[in-house]
C-alpha cells in the first residue's frame, strides 16, 4: 500500500539548515507527484513546494530562495532542505501526494536559539 | 500567486446544525479545458495528518459521508455541512491547485 515517511531532526539551530527526507513505498515517484506542506504549532497548512513526477520542481515563492527539493528515484525518495532557518521555521512538515489523499505522519521540528 | 480568502474562521455550532465554509479565490479556478474546478477541501483533526473529503469543488472522496458537499465554480467555493456530528469538529482547509498550490487559512469548527 502507499506510504509515506518523513525523518529528520527535531531541533534545528538558528541560521542552519534543515534537511529532511519522504521515503515512499507502493508507488513510484515517477508516476506521482510529492508535495511539501508544513504546519506551525496552532497555525494553518503552508505549502511549500512540489517534486514532480517528470523530475522538475516548483516553489512557494515564500521560500524559493532558500528552498531545495530534490528525489532519489533508486532510493524511492524525495529531499526537503531549506537554509537560513528562523524561529518562524518552528512546525511540522509533512511529505504527501495531494490530488490523492495519502500523508506521511509529518515531522516537528523546532528551531532554536 | 492565487490567494485564497476562507471564511469564517472560526464557527461554533451544536449537533445536528448545518454550517457553512467559503473559500473565494483571487482567479478562476475552473480549466478550460475539462470544466473542473481545481479545488479541494480537506478536514484535520487534533495531532493528525489532514483527510481529503471533496475534489474538483463537488466531488467526495470515497468513505467521506454525505453531509459533506462541496459547491461553487470560478472563484467562489463553499463547503457545507448538514446535520453535523461530534466526529466533525475539526479544522477544514481549502485548496486550490489550478496554479502552484495555496491552502486557506483555515476554519475551526467547535462545539457550542
Known amino acids: 500500500q502507499v506510504q509515506l515517511k518523513e525523518t529528520g531532526p527535531d531541533l534545528v539551530q538558528l541560521t542552519q539548515t534543515l534537511s529532511i527526507t519522504c521515503t515512499v513505498s507502493g508507488f513510484s515517484l515517477t508516476t506521482y507527484n510529492v508535495h511539501w506542506v508544513r504546519q506551525p504549532p496552532g497555525k494553518g497548512l503552508e505549502w511549500m513546494g512540489a517534486?514532480?513526477?517528470?523530475?522538475?520542481?516548483d516553489y512557494n515563492s515564500a521560500f524559493k530562495s532558500r528552498l531545495s527539493i530534490s528525489r532519489d528515484t533508486s532510493k524511492s525518495q524525495v529531499f526537503l532542505k531549506m537554509n537560513s532557518l528562523q524561529t518562524d521555521d518552528t512546525a511540522k512538515y509533512f511529505c504527501?501526494?495531494?490530488?490523492?489523499?495519502?500523508w506521511g505522519q509529518g515531522v516537528m521540528v523546532t528551531v532554536s536559539s | 500567486d492565487i490567494v485564497m480568502t476562507q471564511s469564517p474562521f472560526s464557527l461554533a455550532v451544536s449537533e445536528g446544525e448545518m454550517v457553512t465554509i467559503n473559500c473565494k479565490s483571487s482567479?478562476?479556478?475552473?480549466?478550460?479545458?475539462?470544466?473542473?474546478?481545481?479545488l479541494a477541501w480537506y478536514q484535520q483533526k487534533p495531532g493528525q495528518s489532514p483527510k481529503l473529503l471533496i475534489y474538483?469543488?463537488?466531488t467526495r472522496q470515497s468513505g467521506v459521508p454525505d453531509r459533506f458537499i462541496g459547491s461553487g465554480s470560478g472563484t467562489d467555493f463553499t463547503l457545507t455541512i448538514s446535520d453535523v456530528q461530534a466526529e466533525d469538529l475539526a479544522d477544514y482547509y481549502c485548496l486550490q491547485h489550478y496554479s502552484s498550490p495555496t491552502f486557506g487559512a483555515g476554519t475551526k469548527l467547535e462545539l457550542k
Open positions: 474538483y469543488a463537488s
Open positions: 517534486m514532480w513526477n517528470g523530475g522538475g520542481t
Open positions: 482567479q478562476s479556478l475552473l480549466s478550460s479545458g475539462n470544466q473542473k474546478n481545481y
Open positions: 504527501a501526494m495531494l490530488g490523492l489523499d495519502y
